[in-house]
Every structure is written in structure tokens, then in C-alpha cells.
């Protein structure tokens, strides 16, 4: 037995978690390891399958139930159906079983139809062919059977079927480009570079001969982390490692784009790729109006659960009687005697929480889904909300927040691609102290023969001269951009220098600007040839430089390097990156020239980054080079490793200079802003850039005003003064004027108040919720928030993405609990986007990172007004109505039939008939509710967009208030009274009629039944301001169904019912004229107190939005006038 496969053997089982669990080995073409360097150890992966539908045809029945009844509402609608089916109740299982039955049905179809089309889109993807290697042979076969370890060829616009390293490609250099559109929605092509051991072999043989094992970290989503090595089996005793990154990883979903073919072993598949990863879904965000809903539902539990007990006890108070529990008629017999009491206590106790169920609107929940689902259509198709330049329109991820738009208190923004184009425009640079900017105008004219340079200052010397050169090859050469031919891309724009057609693209905006402006400055950057970056000077020669090492950028450093080598030898380490990361690592330079400079761009918004330089002797890059590869192959912590690294080698660096880039703000963003505030939302800008050019920009978009005075808690105060002090002098500062820490944080715009906006930079909020040293950070937390309550605007800049995430955390779950709305554009926006309430990406330039991860996304920045103002104002008008009109019309239907036990000895008699108990909610009254609930508009369109302020009104809930929930009770209460008192007085004395015949209670139920259908149904009618010919037909063509309906089920013998006990009673009612009159008059009586209401408030309290009603209804009243008096003026003057 070969000893050293058993040791290998033992130490992998014995390994320890951090070997063993945290990452897998994969055998590159299921080829086992030569013998004597490891045990080969076949594991199990799962298949390329993908499946992303929740149910199964074996598991759909019993799956979608348990997860329906987890829901409050219809479990206790099932418990109330089986206790009918248990004891005797008054009432039939079919009254409760057959409306949970509907709203299960319903449910289960629309989440089943969903489930389908998730099943044959599954389908689709795991059917695909795909090609791969066995025994030196391309074999066909269906994606969903590839396996780890399978050698894959794709060829180009094909999709990768799994997560693949690239081995080869027909490009000599190893090369290929990836777009990943489909998943980060990033439109431009990435470059991937193959292993470099294996990118000679370009042949199916070549790629079947390949002997080597690849370690890498198990499956996680990061799209953008991939930590792994290779070990390439030779003739030589020892394997050679490679490492392997993000770079040599090709994502399932992403497309293959101008390589004819590549090759790939594949890693990851089915379930465990970062693409399936990435299918998990969010944490669910629920409403305000949902948890009102479940509040009030709790309350009306506790009503019947009352209700029941109250007619529990006075049954057995009205039976204490002997004459009364036992009359002569109804004797009992000998085991009902005995029955115990208690028993019989809780039975009745049961019955009478069955037949007082009703008062819950089981109904609610489904016709709510069905408002929200179908209300989310508006938004997309709104027209105004399509933007042409992009040819996109908004989305809805999800449908459950729609009435959260119309309560937003907080709006959290990004900056760069949210408020601004991100569409990069280079405007100068400085070196040594020296302006330089791009096509510069005289007198209207560009100067001739000049290379587009100016020189500001003064002319450079001659060492000044090779720093400025210097600094035009550093721009050259340290990026990412990839260069297109015009064969390959549409659009292409002319080099003005070389004469050469090309385009540059880049995931990021600024280095496409950056190698723009300083082709316009003479330097033009060629290509990447074979690890070589090529160059053409001003002197229109090519200039080579070997790329040796790519430091690449961060969110954390906030800085890039590259390592090349030029034709005569020399090493460079050329790196760029913000101010604030570069000055610190500079020793040699003109600083503060530059320092000046710098911050004159950023006050004028401009987007600055400084850029320095060393020199490498070859024994300093040998220690680089093993530093950086011992960080690149460690499995283990290699971020953390890597920037160590990075630490290490970008340091003592020679200041060349520094770029300015203009970043225009978007179009309407400093309207929107503005309209934002007037509806009394708070806008803070979360953002990562400096200080000056963040405060520039907020001037630009009015987020700041003229009058406004800034605060600023940063850093470099912080330095001057304790942090405890600078809080509490800028707490007296916000406090001078308001007196107190009472200003109202919804106030928003205020005229007689001071206007203060607050600046605090990242490392500032890190000292504020750092926990101080008795373990507490509360006291200087709710001290920051009480200075943010009294300032109009907040900036947070240097902010890194946790930070943002923190900032809006802070202030959801301060002591007010307001609403809070992050929107942004690219992935370090994403962790605020999940935080706050309602999450809306935008879909930029930098990827759709955000617009995935959220729960809407818009084109653009400008769309948020109308999606709030308008579409955010109706959804909640909207849902409002529905929730506690359904709650009303419950109180209107149930309580007679509590009034009518106290008229029938608490014998469980029921008021109405079986039908009209099961058809309430589900038929006479739902449509019309539901109509109203996805066209109602109190006010137009434009009324909105013109008058901000009217989103007030709707703030903090208003319309779900106490106040209002218990004025809807009181006057469902009222209504019942009238129905039930008004139909007994009124035909006390009266219950013989023409013909002799009696009145009995079915008729009574009947009539109370009548009345309360057409009083409910028509004071959805008063409330309906917006009126087209489907509420007509819904709400009149409900009251019409009623009527039929009676007809035809007390017209009929129906020969499936044992019992006939409505037969005629409806017919026999109308039959009656003082049936007729009661009718009119009880559902007068019913309405009148609030109409009454609504006139007294509209007159005495009025509300901006009944102002706004009433002018309207003047203009529209005016014009008809005033173009009958035109008309006669000019039949006159003919």
C-alpha cells in the first residue's frame, strides 16, 4: 500500500474545520493525481441543475397549505371551520369553510401559475446543449448533466453553463471578454486571463493531456470574490501553483464576447453557483399599513372573543329560570341534564364565536394581494417614467411596499451616477504646480498647433518637463481599460492623434475619462498586447511598457497601482487614487501646490485624484513579487493578506500631480430635491467623495441654500476639539433658535425657523457608534440624531458602504421610527438599499447591482418624484380606504346579529340565511371595494406633482390613526343600530300585510340584510371622488347582482337544499310598500351622519387636500361658464 496516499488520506480526514470545510479540491478532467503527491478523494457535488421554483408536483398541495396557514387569519378560520364541524353550532361549515376555501383557492392558484412558470424556465436553462471534453473528443450533452471537474468549451455569445476556470482561449495572450449583463447589468466587456500554464493549449488534445488539481473556497454569492490555487502536474516531481482570483473565473450567466472559443474547468454547478447563490431571496419588509392591519385584526379578535363571552354569561343568566332552560315544548332528556356544566359553558362559548367569526374579514388578506399585485402595473406603465436616452422603464420587485411610497419620511441618496450623470467629462490636471487643460479657447478659437495644453502658471523647466511626461504614462498606463476596434463595437470615436478608430470602455466611468483627456494632451493609450501596455507619445512614437503586477483598486485603500517595466529596464510602480490615500504615502513632491489645487476643484464639484510615482531597483520588485504571491495563494484570509501587501508597497511615493473630472448632475435632480422637501422629506446624501466636491454638489441640486448654515462634524474638528464637545456646541447652535429639542424632525422646509445642513465624514460617524469605554455609545448617538432632527439637509461623505447601511439603521430605528427610502445606483449601495424600509436602485452606469437588490427600481433620479408624490400618495390613499372600509362593513354585518340574541333567548339563532352569511364577502361587497382600491384619485395627477405639500397630509400614517380606525368602528356601530332597531320599530306594529299574511324573522333578517348591502355599498360611492364607467358598472352592477341573486334563491325549490326556508321571503318583502319606504329611509338615516361629518370638517377643519377638492370643483365649474359667456360675446359682436 503506498504509505504516502494513507497519510495524505488521514491528515485531509483529520484535518481541522478551517482545511476541511472552507474549501473543496476539484480533479480537472476527473483525472486522479499522479501517485505520491495526494490521496485522491472522490467527492460529490451536485449536479448543473438549476432550480429556482418553490414546489413540486408532489409537494404543491401539501406545501402551499402549511404555508398559508401560518398566516393568523386563515389558521383561525380553519380552527372555526373544524369547530363547526365538531359540535353543533348555529351556523353550517359551509359559511366559514366555503369563503377560506375561496381565499385559499385563489391564493394557491396564483402562487401555483407562478410556480409553473418558474418550472419551464428551469427547463429551458437546464436543457441547453453545451460541449465538453471526454477523451480527447467534443461530446454533446444537456447542461443540466455536467459535472464538477468537467472540461467545458463555449464558443462566442454563448452563455457559460457553470462557474468555470478559464484555461484557454484562441487568443495567443490567453485572453478573453466577458460581459455580465445578466448579472450585475454591467453592458461593458471585462477582460479574464487565463492560467498561465495551461493558455498554450488550444487543441481538444492538449486539453484532455492537462494533469492538475484545483483548491478554491466553497460556493459563496460574492460576485466580485473568488479565492483559489492550481496545481499543474508535470514531468517534474513537484507541481507548479498558480493562484487563482476573480480574474480567472467565468460566472454562470455571463456571455462570451469576442473570442472565438474558450476552455474551462468547471467548479461550480447547478444550486452552487454565485448566480444560484445570488437567487436567495431578501429579508421580507413589511408596512406600515400591514402592521396596522395585523394591530386592528388583533383588536376585532378581542371584540368577538368579548362578544362571546357577554353572550356566553347572560345565557346562562336569561336559563336560570327553570321555565326558561327547559320550556314545555323543548324538553331535555336524561344525559342532557347531566352533561357537565362547564362543558356545556365552553361549547355554547365555541358556538357563539362561530357564529360571531364574521366580524374578521378573511377576505381581506387576498383581496389586499390582489390590490397590491395589480396595483404595481401602474408604475410600469407609466409613460412619464420610460426614459428614451436608455430606452428603460421602471420595475417592481416587489409589490408588498407599494403603500410604503406614500409614507417616506427619511431619503437616503448616493451621490455619484444617483444625483449626478456619472458620465465623466475630463477638465484639467496639475503637475508640479502647473495647469494643463485639454483643448483650450482664446477668444472663442482653439489655439493651433498648441497639443491642447495650457500652461497656467508659469512654463515648466526642463525637470518638469520629464515629471510632466511622467505623469501623462502614469494615466496612460495605470487602469483597467480595455481598447475596442471599430469591427467589434458600435460607435466608435476617432483618436484625434494616432489616427487609429477606438474605443475605450471600462467598468468604471472615471478611468475612460481620465485616458480620454490625456489622449487630448498628446498621450494616447494603444493596447494590451502580451502582457505589454503600448503607448504613442506626442512625438508620435510608440512607447512599450512589460505589466508586471495590477494593485487593484478598493473601496477600503481607495487607490490603484501597476507595476511595469519599460524597453530600457526600469521598474515603475505608478499609483493613483483619492487625496486622502495618497497624501499620507507621499514623500517627495509639491505637495501643497497640489493640496491647494485640489481642494479649489472639489469646492467647484469637480472629482479629483491625486497621482504618484516610485522607482523599483530589481532586488526591491524580487521582495514585491514574493510578497504578493505568498498573499495571492493562501486560501486562507488572502483579502486580508493582499492588503497587507498593498500596504506595504504603496508607500514612500514622489507626488507627480493630480486630474480634475466634471460630473454633471442629473436632469430635474435639483427640482426633485426641492419638491422632496416641500412634501416635508428629509434628504441626506451618503457618499464617498471629499468633503468640497460632495458640499458642491448639494449646492447644485438646492439640497443646500443660499441661506443655509452649515455644521460641520469632521475629522480634522474632532482633532481641534473632543468629540463630546464639538456635539454639544453644535447642540446649542441647532438649539439657539427653536429653544428646545422639540422642533418636529417632519417639518421639513420651515421659513420661520433657522435652515442649518449638517457635514460629518465617515471616520467622524465611526467615533459616534463606537461604544465608549462604560460600554455605552447611546448618550452621543441620540446627541447626533437630536442635531440631525433640527437640520434640513445632511451630508455624509467619506462614507464606506457598511456605513451608509449604519447611518440609515440610526435613524430607522430612532425613537420616532420614521420611514426610511435609500436609493442608489451601483453595489456599494446595496447593504443601505436592504436596510431601509423601501430600497430603490437605479439603473446606471455602474452595473444593476442595486437595481436587483432592491424593491424598485428607476431610470432616473427625477422619476422619484412622481413615484412618490403620486403613485406613493394614491397607493396609500388607496389601501387605507380598503382596510378600514372592510374592517366597517364587518361591524355593519355582525353586530345585528349580536343585537338579535338578546331577542331570541342566546339561542345561537341566526339573522341571516346560509347564502347571504358565505356570498357577503366574497361577492356583494368585494368588487366594488376592490375597484375603488386601484383607481381611486381624491386629486389629479397633476394637482400633485404641482403641490408637493399634499403628501403631508398622508404623513405618519394618518389615514390608519387610532383616531380614524375607531371613528370607522363607531360609525359601522351606528349603521348596525339603525339596521337592526329601525327594521324592529318600524314593523313592530306592522307585520301583517295586505293580504294577511305575517312577517317572520328570515323576512326581518332578509330586510336588515337589504338595508346593509345598499348602505355600504353606497358609502363606498360618496367616498369615490374618481368616477369612470367601471366603478359605475361595479358598484351599481353589485347592488343589481344582490337583487337577482334573492330573487332567483328565494324564487326557486332548489332540489339539492333540505331545507326551503327562504323560498319566497324576498319576493314576499317587496311585496310589502312599507318594506320599500323603510328601505329608502333606513339607508338615509344610515348615511346621514357622515355626510354630515364630512361637510362640517370640509367648512370648519378643513385639510390642504379638501382646499385643494374644492378649488377644483370651482375651476371646473368656471370654465364650462366661461366658454358659454365667450361664445355669446362672439355670436354677439357677429
Not at 469605554?773 to 451630508?795: H, K, P, T, W
Not at 348602505?1015 to 343589481?1040: C, E, M, P, Q
Request: hydrophobic share 40%.
Amino acid at each position: 500500500m503506498d504509505c504516502s496516499r494513507a497519510r495524505a488520506l488521514v491528515r485531509r480526514f483529520c484535518a481541522g474545520e478551517e482545511d476541511w470545510v472552507d474549501s473543496r479540491t476539484i480533479y480537472v478532467g476527473h483525472k486522479e493525481p499522479p501517485p505520491g503527491a495526494e490521496a485522491y478523494i472522490p467527492q460529490r457535488y451536485p449536479d448543473n441543475r438549476i432550480v429556482s421554483s418553490k414546489y413540486t408536483f408532489w409537494n404543491f398541495i401539501p406545501k402551499n397549505l402549511f404555508e398559508q396557514f401560518r398566516r393568523i387569519a386563515n389558521f383561525y378560520f380553519l380552527i372555526i371551520f373544524l369547530v363547526q364541524l365538531i359540535i353543533d353550532t348555529p351556523t353550517s361549515p359551509v359559511t366559514s369553510g366555503l369563503p377560506l376555501f375561496f381565499v385559499i383557492t385563489v391564493t394557491a392558484i396564483k402562487q401555483g401559475y407562478e410556480d409553473w412558470l418558474r418550472h419551464k424556465a428551469d427547463n429551458a436553462m437546464n436543457q441547453c446543449p453545451v460541449h465538453f471534453i471526454q477523451h480527447g473528443k467534443l461530446v454533446r450533452k444537456q447542461s443540466r448533466k455536467l459535472r464538477v471537474g468537467d472540461i467545458v468549451m463555449v464558443k462566442e455569445n454563448e452563455t457559460f453553463p457553470c462557474d468555470l476556470i478559464f484555461l484557454s482561449s484562441n487568443r495567443g495572450d490567453g485572453t478573453c471578454h466577458v460581459t455580465t449583463a445578466s448579472l450585475d447589468g454591467e453592458s461593458s466587456h471585462k477582460t479574464h486571463y487565463a492560467i498561465q500554464d495551461t493558455k498554450g493549449f488550444h487543441t481538444e488534445e492538449d486539453i484532455d493531456a492537462l494533469h492538475a488539481t484545483i483548491e478554491c473556497e466553497q460556493p459563496q454569492p460574492d460576485l466580485y470574490k473568488f479565492v483559489g490555487r492550481i496545481n499543474v502536474y508535470s514531468n517534474l516531481s513537484d507541481p507548479v501553483v498558480r493562484p487563482l482570483g476573480s480574474e480567472n473565473l467565468l460566472l454562470r450567466g455571463a456571455t462570451l464576447k469576442n473570442t472565438e472559443r474558450i476552455f474551462g474547468v468547471a467548479i461550480y454547478t447547478g444550486m452552487e453557483t454565485k448566480m444560484a447563490l445570488n437567487y436567495q431571496s431578501k429579508s421580507q419588509k413589511r408596512s406600515a399599513v400591514e402592521k396596522s392591519m395585523n394591530v386592528f385584526l388583533v383588536v376585532y379578535l378581542c371584540i368577538l372573543i368579548s362578544k362571546a363571552l357577554v353572550n356566553t354569561v347572560l345565557k346562562y343568566v336569561w336559563q336560570s329560570e327553570p321555565f326558561r332552560d327547559e320550556p314545555w315544548y323543548n324538553q331535555k332528556t336524561e344525559s342532557e341534564r347531566q352533561r357537565n356544566l362547564f362543558l356545556r359553558a365552553f361549547t355554547d362559548f365555541l358556538a357563539f364565536m362561530v357564529l360571531f367569526n364574521y366580524i374578521i374579514p378573511v377576505s381581506m388578506y387576498v383581496t389586499v394581494e390582489m390590490q397590491k399585485f395589480l396595483g404595481s402595473y401602474f408604475i410600469t406603465w407609466d409613460e412619464d417614467m420610460f426614459d428614451e436616452e436608455t430606452g428603460e422603464g421602471p420595475l417592481v420587485n416587489t409589490s408588498d411596499l407599494n403603500e410604503e411610497l406614500g409614507q417616506v419620511e427619511y431619503i437616503f441618496t448616493d451621490k455619484t451616477g444617483t444625483l449626478t450623470e456619472n458620465n465623466m467629462a475630463f477638465k484639467e490636471c496639475c503637475i508640479e504646480g502647473h495647469v494643463y487643460v485639454p483643448h483650450v479657447i482664446c477668444n472663442g478659437q482653439v489655439l493651433p498647433d498648441s497639443s491642447g495644453i495650457d500652461m497656467i502658471d508659469s512654463s515648466p523647466g526642463v525637470s518638469s518637463r520629464e515629471r510632466e511626461e511622467l505623469f501623462f504614462r502614469a494615466l496612460c498606463l495605470c487602469h483597467t481599460v480595455q481598447v475596442k476596434d471599430e469591427d467589434h463595437v458600435d460607435g466608435p470615436r476617432k483618436s484625434p492623434d494616432s489616427g487609429k478608430s477606438c474605443i475605450y470602455i471600462s467598468s468604471s466611468p472615471d478611468e475612460v475619462a481620465l485616458v480620454e483627456g490625456v489622449q487630448r494632451l498628446g498621450f494616447t493609450y494603444l493596447r494590451l498586447k502580451d502582457s505589454y501596455m503600448e503607448i504613442l507619445n506626442r512625438n508620435g512614437d510608440i512607447e512599450r511598457f512589460e505589466l508586471l503586477e495590477v494593485l487593484s483598486f478598493d473601496s477600503v485603500r481607495r487607490r490603484m497601482s501597476v507595476i511595469v517595466r519599460s524597453t530600457a529596464g526600469e521598474i515603475y510602480l505608478f499609483c493613483k487614487g483619492a487625496d486622502s490615500s495618497i497624501f499620507p504615502r507621499v514623500i517627495e513632491g509639491k505637495v501643497d501646490q497640489i493640496r491647494s489645487r485640489v481642494e479649489r476643484n472639489a469646492v467647484e464639484g469637480l472629482r479629483t485624484l491625486c497621482v504618484a510615482y516610485k522607482r523599483l531597483i530589481p532586488e526591491e520588485y524580487e521582495g514585491v513579487c514574493g510578497l504578493l504571491q505568498a498573499a495571492k495563494v493562501a486560501l486562507q484570509d488572502r483579502e486580508k493578506k493582499l492588503a497587507e501587501a498593498y500596504e506595504q508597497i504603496e508607500k514612500d511615493l514622489i507626488l507627480l500631480g493630480a486630474t480634475a473630472v466634471e460630473d454633471r448632475l442629473q436632469e430635474k435632480a435639483a427640482d426633485t430635491i426641492e419638491a422632496l422637501q416641500k412634501a416635508g422629506i428629509k434628504v441626506w446624501v451618503l457618499t464617498g467623495d471629499k468633503m468640497e466636491t460632495a458640499a458642491a454638489t448639494c449646492y447644485a441640486c438646492r439640497l443646500f441654500r443660499r441661506g443655509t448654515q452649515l455644521l460641520e462634524l469632521t475629522t480634522k474638528r474632532i482633532e481641534e476639539q473632543s468629540l463630546h464637545d464639538v456635539l454639544f456646541e453644535l447642540s446649542k447652535t441647532v438649539l439657539r433658535c427653536s429653544g428646545s429639542l422639540t422642533r418636529d424632525h417632519f417639518s421639513g422646509l420651515s421659513t420661520d425657523m433657522h435652515d442649518y445642513g449638517l457635514i460629518i465624514d465617515g471616520a467622524a460617524l465611526s467615533l459616534i457608534m463606537k461604544p465608549r469605554e462604560d460600554g455605552s455609545s447611546a448618550n452621543y448617538r441620540e446627541l447626533f440624531l437630536d442635531i440631525c432632527r433640527n437640520c434640513s439637509a445632511v451630508l455624509c461623505c467619506r462614507m464606506a458602504p457598511l456605513q451608509k447601511a449604519q447611518i440609515v439603521k440610526l435613524i430607522k430605528f430612532s425613537k420616532e421610527h420614521p420611514i426610511t427610502l435609500a436609493i442608489g445606483d451601483g453595489a456599494n449601495d446595496v447593504s443601505m438599499i436592504l436596510e431601509a424600509h423601501v430600497g430603490i436602485g437605479v439603473i446606471g452606469k455602474e452595473g444593476r447591482q442595486a437595481a436587483r437588490n432592491s424593491d424598485y427600481a428607476i431610470p432616473k433620479f427625477k422619476h422619484l418624484k412622481k413615484m412618490l408624490l403620486v403613485h406613493g400618495h394614491f397607493y396609500y390613499i388607496r389601501i387605507s380606504e380598503l382596510v378600514q372600509y372592510f374592517f366597517y362593513k364587518n361591524v355593519c354585518f355582525i353586530f345585528p346579529q349580536f343585537l338579535y340574541q338578546f331577542f331570541c333567548g342566546f339561542s345561537q339563532q341566526t339573522l341571516y340565511d346560509t347564502a347571504y352569511l358565505t356570498l357577503y364577502n366574497i361577492s356583494f361587497t368585494s368588487l366594488p371595494i376592490l375597484l375603488y382600491s386601484l383607481m381611486e384619485q381624491h386629486v389629479g395627477v397633476d394637482v400633485l406633482k404641482r403641490d408637493p405639500s399634499l403628501y403631508r397630509d398622508i404623513a405618519k400614517n394618518a389615514l390608519l390613526r387610532w383616531r380614524v380606525f375607531i371613528y370607522w368602528t363607531f360609525l359601522g356601530v351606528f349603521d348596525a343600530l339603525v339596521f337592526f332597531f329601525g327594521a324592529y320599530f318600524m314593523f313592530e306594529n306592522t307585520t301583517v300585510t295586505s293580504n294577511g299574511q305575517m312577517f317572520g324573522n328570515w323576512t326581518f333578517g332578509t330586510l336588515v340584510f337589504t338595508v346593509m348591502v345598499f348602505t355600504v355599498t353606497l358609502k363606498l360611492a360618496l367616498d369615490t371622488h374618481y368616477w369612470t364607467w367601471i366603478n359605475h358598472f361595479v358598484i351599481w352592477g353589485s347592488l343589481l347582482f344582490y337583487v337577482v341573486f334573492s330573487l332567483l334563491w328565494g324564487g326557486i325549490i332548489w332540489p339539492f337544499l333540505s331545507y326551503q326556508r327562504m323560498y319566497y321571503v324576498f319576493i314576499h318583502m317587496l311585496s310589502c310598500g312599507p318594506a320599500w319606504l323603510g328601505i329608502l329611509l333606513l339607508i338615509t338615516v344610515s348615511l346621514l351622519p357622515d355626510i354630515l361629518k364630512k361637510v362640517l370638517c370640509r367648512q370648519l377643519w378643513p385639510t390642504a387636500t379638501e382646499r385643494t377638492q374644492a378649488r377644483n370643483q370651482c375651476l371646473s365649474v368656471e370654465q364650462p361658464t366661461v366658454f358659454m359667456l365667450s361664445q355669446t360675446s362672439s355670436g354677439l359682436s357677429f
